[in-house]
């Protein structure tokens, strides 16, 4: 059974930080990209940041040097740093897991308030 668990969200105030963290089980998590997406209310579920199998990470622009994704295929866990947050991040973030092999796994979300 294939299972991607997020952990990390919260409330946290303008200008505050957070890490999410994505924990895979049930599949070969090293021959996975990995990617965050998130969906405010009312808007698209939208692509946050990724990184690829080999490591090399790609992120949306709004967060471009204030999000970090990294992974760790040991603990078959992917990570997303956000540093200066903004209101405008607030939304339910989800992982999602996709191998060459046609698999195609997301979960089931974690929601991130940023208010003061």
């Known amino acids: 059974q294939v299972q991607l668990v997020e952990s990390g969200g919260g409330l946290v105030q303008p200008g505050g930080s957070l890490r999410l963290s994505c924990a895979a089980s049930?599949?070969?998590?090293?021959?996975?990209?990995m990617d965050w997406y998130r969906q405010a209310p009312g808007k698209q579920r939208e692509l946050v940041a990724g990184?690829?199998?080999?490591?090399?990470?790609n992120y949306a622009d709004s967060v471009k040097g204030r999000f970090t994704i990294s992974r760790d295929n040991a603990k078959n866990t992917v990570y997303l740093q956000m540093n200066s947050l903004k209101p405008e991040d607030t939304a339910v973030y989800y992982c999602r897991g996709r191998s060459t092999t046609g698999g195609d796994y997301w979960g089931q979300g974690t929601q991130v308030t940023v208010s003061s």
């Open positions: 049930g599949i070969i998590f090293s021959i996975h990209r």
């Open positions: 990184i690829t199998v080999g490591g090399v990470p």
